[in-house]
Each structure stands twice: as C-alpha cells, then as structure tokens.
Nanobody
C-alpha cells in the first residue's frame, strides 16, 4: 500500500520557521515528481511547491518564493519543505503529493498520491 505521511507541522510565531517532512512508503518514489499543497479554512487547496525526481527542477507559488525551500532525499524516500519567515497567511493544512507523470501533473493538483496533511498555524 502506497503511503505519504507528513510531519513537522505545529504552532509558530510570525517570522519563525518550520520544516515539514513527507515520508513515502510502499514503493520507491525516486522517479516521481513530488510537491506540497496547502488548504486554509474556507479556501481551496492551493499549490505551494514542487520538485522533480532528480531535484533538478523546483517550482514555487509566488506567495512563498524566497521564503520556502523544497528538497528531497531519494535515499530516504523523503521530501522536505523548509519554511522561513512564516506569516499568518501561511496558516493551513499542508499536504504532500506525488506523481510519476512529472511536475506539471503535481502542480496541477492531479498527483496520484496524497498524504493526510499536517497543520501549520502561524500566530501574529
């Protein structure tokens, strides 16, 4: 059974940092593009960042550019999202996703695999 499990969420003050992790199990995701989405209360799920299987390509939503960094360790089947200078508007449930079809599929929100999400709350 394929599983993506997020961790690392929590409560942080504005300006602080958090590092999210997404651990993949059930298959090897080395050849999969992966990414992060988030959903704030009352809002639609939105794209945050994506990374190619080789880490050669990274993509970010404008709202998080220069503050968030996506990375992955294929040996550990794990993807990360380093979030710096967090703002209250970053408050959301963060989901990881993966697709063998490449970053465009992930960015469009059509990844075949999704985690259950981890809550990030940024206080002002």
């Amino acid at each position: 059974q394929v599983q993506l499990v997020e961790s690392g969420g929590g409560l942080v003050q504005a300006g602080g940092s958090l590092r999210l992790s997404c651990a993949a199990s059930g298959r090897t995701f080395n050849s999969y593009a992966m990414g992060w989405f988030r959903q704030a209360p009352g809002k639609e799920r939105e794209f945050v960042a994506s990374i190619t299987w080789s880490s050669g390509g990274t993509y970010y939503a404008n709202s998080v550019k220069a503050r968030f960094t996506i990375s992955r360790d294929n040996a550990k089947n794990t993807m990360y999202l380093q979030m710096n200078n967090l703002k209250p508007e970053d408050t959301a449930v963060y989901y990881c996703t993966a697709s063998p079809k490449g970053p465009s599929t992930v960015i469009a929100g059509r990844g075949e695999y999704w985690g259950q999400g981890t809550q990030v709350t940024v206080s002002s």
